[in-house]
């Protein structure tokens, strides 16, 4: 809770008009950032413990492996149930990455864009 990822993605959605709630505990995965308005959770996730494929940040300790290895595996496997189940009660999921906080801006662009999708359906 509180990361410094966390804080920033908050602080941005929030100075651009968006207003959430935190730490839901009745939703799957307690998620870190509620848009209950617009029925969609982001999920500001570390990528050492959450496991993003392909960044240098989600490397194995190397005392201990068997330890972190099954911590890691009970990790993914106890995120994946959470998504699947707020999916089901159709929640749109969000999941912002440790490592692309460092690409703030650019990234919450895209989670504003998504954001404004949400609010302003498509003419199709």
């Given at each position: 809770k509180n990361t410094r990822p966390e804080i920033a993605v908050r602080?941005?959605?929030h100075k651009a008009g968006y207003r959430?709630?935190?730490h839901v505990e009745g939703l799957p995965g307690k998620p870190d950032i509620v848009l209950k308005k617009y029925k969609t959770i982001i999920f500001v996730n570390g990528?050492?413990?959450h496991?993003?494929?392909g960044c240098k940040r989600a490397s194995i300790p190397s005392t201990?492996?068997?330890f972190w290895q099954a911590k890691f595996e009970s990790n993914i496997a106890r995120d994946q149930k959470n998504l699947s189940r707020l999916k089901e009660a159709k929640w749109k999921v969000c999941l912002v990455w440790e490592c692309e906080i460092d690409k703030i801006s650019r990234r919450t662009e895209k989670l504003l864009e998504?954001?404004?999708e949400i609010v302003q359906p498509?003419?199709?």
């Open positions: 602080s941005k959605l959430f709630r935190l990528c050492f413990w496991r993003h494929k201990r492996v068997d998504l954001a404004n498509l003419d199709i």
